[in-house]
T-cell receptor, first 112, second 113 residues
């Protein structure tokens, strides 16, 4: 079935460092792809999404491009802040699924 | 604007006890779902509903029961709690069945002793 694999953490960076969190997927058809963020003590919230190949989702300085040829949706940010410390989940929603499929999550800690 | 509201936020149960996690949304979403979050496993779907009166099982439904009598409410019942059900539970809703953004509650942390 459809699935998502994301890089394992935890990831620790210094403020203003470049961030990449890798995400690859397996799916039949043309799924929609998402990145969700979970701040401490809170539920998940949508960070960005892309619904078709070559789409780029962006929000709050984060970007991810839907790459069908490499089945990837890597999350990037050019300069992280302490406030970006959170757990990041890659997810997909496909036409054959009854649910959103989530990766295991990557915990990011940004140190001043 | 409340969004998705879950109660309680924390609960401790003894093995064999039953309880209900409440979930309500005020966005008139037809689709609602329950996930559990366990370390290193992401979120796994327990049950979902595509509208009032309609429910179905997800990936890990055993030991849980749901009902959907109204569009707004989607309670999750633990019939006889087991330590394996210690987890963080999230309720989510969406305006579409597939492909749409999920809106999550803040979570309910359950510990079964």
């Amino acid at each position: 079935g459809d699935s998502v694999t994301q890089m394992e953490g935890p990831v620790t960076l210094s403020e203003e460092a470049f961030l990449t969190i890798n995400c690859t997927y397996t799916a039949t058809g043309y799924p929609s792809l998402f990145w969700y963020v979970q701040y401490p003590g809170e539920g998940l919230q949508l960070l960005l999404k892309a619904t078709k190949a070559d789409d780029k989702g962006s929000n709050k300085g984060f970007e991810a491009t839907y790459r069908k040829e490499t089945t990837s949706f890597h999350l990037e940010k050019g300069s992280v802040q302490v406030s970006d410390s959170a757990v990041y989940f890659c997810a997909l929603s496909g036409s054959n699924n009854n649910d959103m499929r989530f990766g295991a999550g990557t915990r990011l800690t940004v140190k001043p | 604007n409340a969004g998705v509201t879950q109660t309680p936020k924390f609960q401790v149960l003894k093995t064999g006890q039953s309880m209900t996690l409440q979930c309500a949304q005020d966005m008139n979403h037809e689709y609602m779902s329950w996930y559990r979050q366990d370390p290193g496993m992401g979120l796994r779907l327990i049950h979902y509903s595509v509208g009032a009166g309609i429910t179905d099982q997800g990936e890990v439904p055993n030991g849980y029961n749901v009902s959907r009598s109204t569009t707004e409410d989607f309670p999750l019942r633990l019939l006889s709690a087991a330590p394996s059900q210690t987890s963080v539970y999230f309720c989510a809703s969406s305006y579409v069945f597939r492909g749409g953004e999920l809106f999550f509650g803040e979570g309910s942390r359950l510990t079964v002793l």
